[in-house]
């Protein structure tokens, strides 16, 4: 029957038409996803890449101010007496402060030529004892560095960075006072003090990141959002990772030596051995070891011999 067999030759041929077009739908679909997808992951490549990109930016961050790893004071001035009641006496003071020292001693006085006692301070913001220096010693160091009769650098490093439950307190510590010598020298002091004087407990978490910020704000630092946001991105903490990492190797200008505990303190490359809470006797160190370059000592006047 020839109109049967027409009418099947044309379904067959529409069926055909049909299956031809979804097959032309189907390899459109899949180029479309295919693009998609590829575009999906160049999006997420660069991404990827911005991340590390600005994770090797932050591992590379050095900051500026650091000399030899260590920040030199530019201003001292904003630190009170921690302990008013703790008075160094005239023969210990008298480099800072001019005041009269017992009348049967020598009496030093400033040459006025000759270059200011050099201290250095390695600091590890969670050490006991370094607070215990600091505290003891912040009067007469501000007065020493305003006069002008001393060079004072500290140095961050980050040797208690496990006694923090984890959160890497001394680390993170030691980076955020490198964001504030970085963007606000003058404040960097009065900063490291309050790291210093009011640190946390050993085996505790420490500080947070925003707390370390917050704590710079009221250290009076003049662009607290720079400070902030380089405080809480820890752009510094792999530089401090590292400056610890080359003091434990060896210290500059010390023959080798090498840091083994914090503080560690040096005057005119001498080391400090004393105790770090005796103001008197740091005092009495620095006027000692210094004697010949800054000062000259007066030969008190001969008591004359009653006649016979």
């Keep these: 029957m020839p109109a049967e067999r027409d009418r099947r030759e044309a379904v067959r041929e529409k069926a055909q038409q049909v299956k031809a077009k979804q097959t032309r739908w189907r390899i459109a679909r ?43 004071i530019t201003s001292a001035s904003q630190v009170a007496d921690p302990l008013a009641d703790q008075t160094v006496d005239g023969s210990a003071a008298t480099m800072a402060a001019g005041a009269a020292a017992p009348t049967a001693a020598p009496t030093p006085e400033p040459t006025g030529s000759a270059a200011p006692v050099d201290i250095r301070v390695y600091v590890d913001y969670m050490s006991t004892e370094a607070r215990e220096f600091q505290a003891a ?10 006069d002008g009769a001393a060079s004072l650098t500290y140095y961050p490093v980050a040797m208690l960075t496990s006694k923090s439950n984890g959160t890497k307190y001394s680390l993170r510590a030691a980076g955020a006072a490198a964001c504030v010598a970085t963007h606000d020298s003058d404040r960097f002091f009065a900063y490291n003090h309050e790291l210093l004087t009011n640190q946390p407990a050993v085996d505790s978490d420490g500080y947070s990141d925003q707390q370390l910020a917050d ?7 003049s662009d607290i959002a720079t400070v902030r946001e380089c405080i809480e991105d820890e752009t510094y903490t792999a530089w401090a990772k590292a400056a610890t990492d080359r003091a434990i190797k060896g210290l500059p200008d010390t023959k080798g030596q090498a840091l083994t505990a914090t503080p560690t303190v040096f005057v005119n490359g001498t080391e400090y051995v004393g105790n770090m809470n005796d103001a008197k006797e740091f005092a009495q160190f620095v006027l000692t070891v210094d004697s010949n370059a800054y000062y000259s000592t007066a030969t008190p006047t001969p008591t004359p011999t009653p006649a016979g």
């Design 215 to 221: 704590m710079a704000q009221g250290a009076g630092i």
């Design 137 to 146: 010693n912040a009067t007469q160091l501000s007065k020493w560095v305003t």
């Design 30 to 72: 899949r180029s479309l996803l295919a693009i998609g997808a590829v575009a999906v992951i160049g999006v997420a490549a660069v991404g990827v890449s911005a991340a590390l990109n600005s994770r090797e930016a932050r591992s590379q961050a050095l900051p500026d101010a650091a000399s030899d790893d260590g920040f030199v």
